[in-house]
């Protein structure tokens, strides 16, 4: 491929990134083509479409003003799915696809549990995959905790089309201010509220004064912030887009940075409008002057698959075997993987096109095996893919009138740059074309053709031992139908013997998965002897064998016994390859256990690193601890073999979310390369979390109106994470192919640093803070780091801005471990601080051998003090019950007092958590200001210390 071609070729790509998940275009402010799917579980209900409408189309207006004139909802089609009901209204969707859609309405997870929330695993600035909405929350049932719906889908947009995320945070709800107060986490600061604690005792519910943790120096784990119903701040949408006023985005001027919001952490402390204003589309945007056009749907409703396969039988095919494993693959996925009630086609073709079969109607294994015949014998003569790609609209206009929606899969092993005459062409057909790519010379336009229209693209190296033709195929499943008439594909592997004939293994069959379980193997020489056994270690019987497509299989038929299934090929002659690809179908009583790949970027420019995910979930709960590799192989079939973590550290935006990323940078070479991912759980040690989803809009816990609080906080939907541990599983997926180009011929020294530290974390204990983070590596998150750099700073914007200059704290001494080892360094601020200092901020650099140097990590901080109750937040004074509890409570008081001032060394009482105070007390007023006047006295004491202020209540 010449200089020209590849830049241009990449210019293209870059011009279609992401376009592979979303088809959202920004288009003279206006957002063209969202996609919102009712998913199929959703019971039939028109009044929904009207309530998706009436969400959207406020939303629309909402955001308009809330991003200064400068975006709004200009068309969304809403995909209804196949087993609700014709209408005339309803038209047949074209590249619109449950792959593609930007917002999902599905059942919740749990009953009752419909909080919106939006899947983001990725860094700031990135886009989301997808919002969630339950049917409930549309429906408009769940406005007392969250606010009108349009409100929060423009929280949710937020998270999904510009990448910034809340500023609230549930698991740091407070935080100690510079101005010695605590605060509730929000933004902007300018939010009033109260902080109190609900608290029943057989029955009788009362609002009491929040307490300190002396654990923490905050308000303990039961104190909520209540804000005024009424009030004039206007920020911050990704707060609490439903208190009445709140209409904007938090800026750089009102921006609270002190907050532990997740915004904060992910996004350097930048506000999310700072952050919004950086994004492409605002850059490409200016604010309009007249109002905006009300949003228009398109209602489309999927129905039957129609699918025609347009082979590349030219000469390129004669080599590499290319053709027979072509047809393997082929045959693989008409016998096992197309769904039955779909139509499919085949077309052949060389310079000319070939009908190989016209669409056919799949119901049962005659349409299968008979389609499985016409597959091309014999590879001879040039390319000409618009011609192919033309006879398969031929081929699918003789049975429908209209090609929206047909999937073309397209297979082709060589350059042919005619193709440029029928882009246009069938990028406007309405057909989505998905790409396999064959060996390193395929034409790579067609990539654009196939991202145009809403496909997804592979890539197949000549390496038969990988097995990619399988992968690829297997993964060109229907993105449209309920996952329980899904195959899904359990294992690909492949293997070239020499000296051991022997290629053993074993296949994992989990309940959810069993029906219609197919075992398919693949040789290049002569039929192996072929055994399996079942989890019980009975023998199954012999496989089928076609002799002339080197092939063998056999169908499990009905349920497969859950278990372990071993297999074992023994090769006939040495050398020999030899591949094995299990699939299976749904169980439909539980969610299966899904894997989706993928890289997060389709083109890349060396050095950039690319992430490799793979996220693993049951229904829309997380898998956890599975053992996740992948498998990339580069253009000439060298493969890079990867662990995945999910452990919030490097690439790994979020600990125990079911997504397991790592950074891939050891490229070989220029070109394509393609990703596999297995995925491996063993029993007793996978779970399924079901830890509430993070990026989502906060439940209301209640108003405060007149200094009163109003409505009873429900705690149901409070993050519990029960773990439910699974059984084991095996699955294997194709995350399709991305390209790199700019690799010099002569690699580089050292041209990666450490990965960035976002997991850092502080705790206080005594004097001491005690630091806890994740290992970087001497390559991103691979190796080891030479040294770190620690700093500390009285001010947030100090160390993010000039970290170089901040206080350095010694942490020589301590040896960096392996990336992804735990690190904790324990220091005394006490000693290195000036007088006065309320709180440090911390952040850590990481260096490695070359003396590259890692971006700064998130920042902590820690409050030096035990600061005081807001007072503009005072008790709720209808409450008035004393009790005895409160007589042990001041005591514990002035023991705390007594012992601070006997060790003057020592600024927080050391206590374990549950005996930390009487939780069951309830608080008279006196008695309650008389436990702050105590913790205030005990914390000017503190100042003998050398680090904590004078603090003194009015
Ligand atoms: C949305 O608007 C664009 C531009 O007007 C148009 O090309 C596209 O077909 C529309 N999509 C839908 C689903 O109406
Ligand atoms: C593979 O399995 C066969 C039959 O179970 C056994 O005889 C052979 O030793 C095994 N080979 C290896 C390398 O494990
Ligand atoms: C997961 O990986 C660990 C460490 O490599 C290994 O000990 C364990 O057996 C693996 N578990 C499964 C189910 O493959
Ligand atoms: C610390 O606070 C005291 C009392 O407010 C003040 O007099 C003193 O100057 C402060 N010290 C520093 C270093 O700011
Ligand atoms: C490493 O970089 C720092 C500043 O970036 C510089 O002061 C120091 O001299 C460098 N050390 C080496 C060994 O290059």
């Known amino acids: 491929m010449g200089l020209f071609r590849s830049s241009l070729y990449l210019l293209i790509l870059c011009l279609l990134q992401g376009s592979n998940t979303s088809l959202i275009q920004l288009n003279n402010n206006g957002y063209e083509d969202i996609i919102i799917a009712i998913n199929p579980l959703v019971p039939e209900d028109e009044t929904l479409i009207e309530q998706i409408k009436d969400m959207v189309t406020s939303a629309s207006t909402y955001l308009f003003e809330a991003t200064e004139k400068r975006f709004f909802f200009k068309n969304v089609s809403i995909l209804i799915p196949e087993n609700w009901k014709e209408n005339p209204q309803y038209k047949r969707p074209k590249h619109e696809n449950y792959k593609h859609a930007d917002v999902l309405v599905a059942p919740p997870t749990f009953p009752g549990r419909d909080q919106p929330y939006t899947r983001h695993f990725a860094a700031c600035e990135e886009k989301g995959k997808y919002i969630h909405f339950t049917p409930d929350f549309v429906r408009g049932k769940k406005q007392n905790e969250y606010g009108p719906t349009g409100r929060v889908f423009v929280h949710e947009w937020a998270h999904l089309r510009w990448g910034v995320f809340d500023e609230y945070n549930e698991d740091e709800p407070f935080y100690s201010s510079k101005s010695k107060k605590i605060e509730a986490t929000r933004c902007s600061t300018g939010i009033s509220g109260m902080n109190k604690v609900y608290h029943c005792q057989q029955g009788n519910c009362i609002y009491k004064n929040c307490r300190i943790d002396p654990q923490t120096n905050l308000y303990t784990k039961d104190c909520q912030f209540f804000p005024n119903k009424v009030q004039k701040e206007k920020a911050s949408i990704m707060f609490m887009q439903s208190i009445y006023s709140i209409v904007e985005f938090c800026n750089a001027k009102n921006h609270n940075r002190e907050a532990p919001s997740l915004q904060n952490k992910k996004c350097n402390s930048r506000s999310t409008w700072e952050v919004i204003s950086n994004s492409e589309d605002f850059k490409n945007s200016m604010p309009m002057v007249e109002s905006p056009p009300p949003t228009a749907f398109s209602l489309m409703r999927t129905s039957h698959r129609v699918v025609c396969l347009v082979l590349d039988k030219s000469e390129n095919m004669a080599s590499f075997n290319r053709l027979n494993r072509m047809n393997q693959a082929a045959k693989h996925f008409l016998l096992q993987t197309i769904e039955n009630g779909s139509w499919v086609g085949i077309v052949a073709f060389d310079s000319t096109a070939h009908i190989k079969s016209k669409l056919t109607h799949i119901t049962g294994s005659n349409e299968r095996i008979k389609l499985s015949e016409s597959l091309p014998t014999e590879a001879s003569g040039g390319i000409s893919i618009c011609s192919g790609v033309k006879t398969a609209f031929q081929v699918i206009r003789e049975k429908f009138p209209q090609i929206d929606g047909s999937e073309i899969i397209l297979l082709i092993a060589g350059e042919d740059n005619t193709v440029r005459n029928c882009m246009e062409e069938v990028i406007q057909s309405g057909a989505i074309i998905h790409l396999i790519a064959i060996g390193p010379s395929s034409e790579p336009a067609v990539i654009e053709m196939s991202s145009m229209t809403g496909g997804t693209h592979h890539y197949v190296s000549d390496q038969v031992q990988n097995n990619g033709f399988m992968s690829a195929f297997g993964s060109l499943t229907s993105g449209n139908i309920d996952l329980s008439q899904q195959t899904l594909q359990l294992e690909s592997k492949g293997l070239t013997l020499t000296k051991d004939p022997w290629m053993n293994g074993t296949v994992i069959i989990d309940s959810t998965v069993g029906k219609d379980t197919f075992f398919f193997v693949t040789w290049d020489k002569q039929p192996p002897r072929i055994s399996l056994w079942d989890p019980n270690g009975r023998q199954m019987g012999e496989f089928t064998e076609d002799k002339d497509s080197k092939m063998a299989y056999l169908t499990i038929p009905g349920f497969a016994k859950v278990g372990i299934w071993t297999y074992s090929l023994q090769a006939k002659v040495n050398p020999e390859t030899l591949t094995v690809t299990v699939t299976s179908q749904v169980v439909n009583s539980v969610p299966p256990i899904i894997v989706n790949a993928k890289m997060n970027k389709d083109t890349n420019s060396f050095p950039a690193p690319v992430i490799v995910y793979a996220e693993i979930q049951q229904g829309y709960l997380p898998v956890l601890g599975v053992n996740v590799t992948a498998f990339i192989e580069s ?202 200092v309320t709180r440090i901020f911390i952040a850590i650099k990481s260096v490695d051998k070359s003396n590259l140097t890692s971006k700064i990590s998130n920042i902590v901080q820690v409050p030096l003090f035990i600061p005081q109750a807001d007072p503009s937040l005072e008790e709720n004074r209808h409450n008035t019950r004393v009790n005895i509890s409160i007589l042990v409570l001041s005591v514990t008081g002035s023991v705390v007092v007594v012992s601070i001032i006997l060790s003057t060394t020592i600024y927080i009482l050391k206590k374990k958590k549950n005996e930390s105070r009487p939780a069951t007390s309830s608080i008279h007023d006196g008695v309650s200001d008389f436990k702050m006047d105590s913790i205030a006295e005990a914390s000017g004491v503190l100042h003998i210390t050398g680090f904590a202020p004078a603090l003194k209540t009015g």
Do not use: C, H, M
């Not at 409505?711 to 059984?727: A, F, H, V, W, Y």
């Open 635 to 836: 253009k000439s079939g060298e493969t890079e073999v990867l662990d995945l973590l999910d452990n919030g550290a490097g690439a790994d935006s979020f600990k125990n979310d079911g997504v397991y990323s790592r950074y891939f940078t050891t490229y070989k070479e220029n070109g394509r390369y393609s990703l596999k991912v297995q995925a491996q759980g063993g029993a007793n040690i996978v779970t399924r979390s079901s830890q509430r989803p993070r990026n989502g809009a906060l439940s209301i816990p209640g108003w405060t109106v007149d200094g009163k609080i109003e409505g009873k906080p429900s705690r149901s939907e409070i993050n519990e994470d029960t773990q439910t541990t699974l059984e084991s599983f095996s699955r294997t997926v194709s995350g399709g192919e991305f390209v790199v180009s700019n690799i010099p011929k002569f690699p580089l020294s050292d041209v990666y640093p450490p990965s960035q530290i976002t997991d850092l974390d502080a705790k206080p204990d005594g004097d001491q803070i005690t630091l806890t983070w994740t290992a970087p590596g001497d390559n991103f998150d691979v190796g080891k780091v030479q040294r770190y750099v620690l700093r500390i700073s009285e001010s947030i914007l100090a160390l993010r801005d000039n970290f170089d200059t901040a206080l350095p704290v010694t942490i020589t001494d301590l040896l960096p471990k392996e990336a992804n080892s735990k690190e904790t360094f324990v220091f005394t601020p006490g000693k290195i601080l000036e007088e006065n």
